[in-house]
């Protein structure tokens, strides 16, 4: 026999609700790649309108974990599935937000149509929708194996968005007229790096969900090293937090 | 540092065997919560430790239970001994029908002040009211009564009784004390006051405690035993287990699942 009924069908709800979010956060993702890569301006609209229905689903979702919390005193696996939703919503919020900056970055590039192929911005642009759509299925099929594996493929990433800072580079010094439209690529790049990251971080929360277990920070470390042209301040120590030192309290 | 050796305790109540080979070791100067269902055993559990049970006809209890390294249950141990080292505290406040003073003093009285050397001896009537505030003051009670004593227990509010309680099985200078669900006839300011007062006595003693309570369980406790139709399901540090229960059926109970 189950009891707190109502309390199992605020749960359920909750879960409806994140797959919703992380679902239509995944879509605006794709809508946007497709719009810059395919020039189809007119989806333009479609990418705003997602990031206001995904910014309206983060409010109501936040509200209704802090219901459960003051009101159900979530214990255990409802507790991480809580806390888990609460972090993600504000990934899902960020990946909205890169989408709808990718698309706004559009109409600079419309004059310079052939650089977005050129520099392989469609090939980040293809890895990093599947990142958003494994992190999302992951999330919705609680599957830490699948969301574990997302960290390798951001490293893929990284190392793409460093080719293409060096390629972009390259073609603005051979031609001035490129450099704004070149700039404007490389913020594309940048977004879609961050909303790789982003995904990687719902993994992350995903594991803890289903596993109660804090990912090694060695384990979600990247090969952080940016570009190589560029001064990146170095990062500070991979290991200054994480979930060792939570527990050597 | 184990203070309470549990070696597979059986309890039969006639046909019901409420304490099914029960074996765990409970830390010293630490907070032990026991939680579970209605009817699991909590109770017989608790009144194993101090050999309460010895007063319920037809109640058998096998097997080891060994207090500071002496097998508590052995032939020769005397239960009056043993619960002037162990105190408990039950669920409704039950002064007896005595002023606030007597109380607290009546243990004392009756067995004497344990001395340096660990003897008996009977209390002078200044020893006694010393022994009186500093039970008094320990139990966080002194300031609300100091200044009448004389008056009767059931005086008191239901906090401030249970507090009484507890004083009176300070008294005795116990090592460890039992509580059976402390806090469920009281209310929640009530309730947190007894609370802070568990934390600040496991400094001296050793505490284990009964609470249907799971929240309870979660601030107070270092370590909860769960148990399930006289089974010991799981034990473990309370935090880990009110996040990660390694157990399907302690996940179910603690979530409220169950029942
Ligand atoms: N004095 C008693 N006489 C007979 N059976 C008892 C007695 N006390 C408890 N029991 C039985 O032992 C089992 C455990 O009871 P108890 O320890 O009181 O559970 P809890 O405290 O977890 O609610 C129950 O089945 C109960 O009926
Ligand atoms: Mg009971």
């Given at each position: 026999m189950t009891s707190r009924i109502i309390f199992q069908n605020e749960l359920e709800t909750l879960n409806q609700d994140v797959s919703t979010m992380a679902t239509l956060a995944r879509e605006s993702v794709g809508k946007a790649v497709q719009c810059i890569v395919n020039h189809e301006p007119e989806l333009r609209e479609e990418v705003e309108r997602l990031d206001k229905e995904i910014y309206r689903l983060e409010q109501l979702i936040e509200k209704r974990c802090l219901d459960i919390i003051g009101l159900q005193t979530p214990v255990a696996g409802d507790l991480r599935t809580i806390s888990t939703c609460l972090k993600i919503i504000t990934d899902l919020d960020r990946i909205g937000r890169y989408a709808s900056d990718i698309v706004e970055v559009y109409d600079c590039l419309a004059s310079s149509n052939g650089l977005v192929r050129q520099v392989n911005i469609p090939n980040m642009a293809e890895l990093v929708t599947s990142m958003v759509e494994d992190a999302v299925k992951a999330f919705i099929e609680r599957d830490p194996e699948a969301a574990r594996e997302l960290f390798e493929r951001d490293d893929e990433i990284d190392r793409l968005y460093d080719t293409n800072f060096r390629a972009v580079l390259t073609y603005m010094m051979e031609n001035p007229h490129l450099i704004s439209s070149g700039i404007h690529l490389i913020l594309i790049a940048r977004y879609l790096e961050r909303i790789a990251d982003h995904s990687c971080n719902i993994g992350e929360r995903v594991v803890y969900m289903v596993t109660a277990e804090r990912m090694n920070p060695k384990e979600r470390k990247k090969d952080h090293k940016l570009n190589t042209m560029c001064e990146v301040p170095k990062e500070p120590d991979g290991d200054s937090y994480s979930a060792h030192e939570l527990e050597e309290k | 540092m184990p203070i309470i050796e549990i070696k597979d305790l059986n309890v039969h109540f006639g046909e019901n065997h409420a304490l099914k080979n029960v074996t765990m070791s409970l830390d010293k100067n630490q907070i032990t919560a026991i939680i579970g269902p209605s009817g699991c055993g909590k109770s017989t559990y608790i009144r194993c430790i101090n050999r309460m049970n010895d007063l319920i006809p037809g109640c058998k209890v096998e097997g080891e239970i060994v207090v500071d390294g002496s097998n508590i249950y052995a032939k020769d141990v005397d239960p009056v001994d043993i619960r002037k080292k162990i105190g408990m505290v039950f669920q409704k406040p039950n002064p007896f029908p005595k002023s606030i003073f007597e109380n607290v003093a009546y243990a004392p009285k009756i067995h004497g002040l344990v001395q340096k050397d660990g003897k008996s001896k009977k209390a002078t009537k200044n020893e006694l009211e010393e022994t009186v505030e500093w039970s008094l003051r320990r139990a966080a009670l002194w300031e609300e009564v100091k200044d009448r004593l004389g008056k009767s227990a059931y005086t008191l509010s239901g906090g401030q009784q249970q507090r009484l309680c507890i004083a009176r099985a300070l008294a005795i200078k116990p090592e460890i004390i039992l509580f059976d669900e402390?806090?469920?006839?009281?209310d929640p300011i009530a309730t947190a006051k007894i609370e802070d007062l568990l934390i600040d006595l496991k400094k001296d003693y050793t505490v284990v405690i009964v609470t249907h309570n799971m929240q309870q369980a979660a601030r107070v406790s270092d370590k909860t035993a769960y148990f399930y139709i006289g089974e010991l399901i799981e034990y473990g540090i309370t935090e880990q287990i009110f996040e990660k229960p390694t157990k399907e059926l302690t996940e179910k109970y603690i979530t409220g699942r169950m029942g």
């Open positions: - | 402390p806090c469920s006839a009281l």
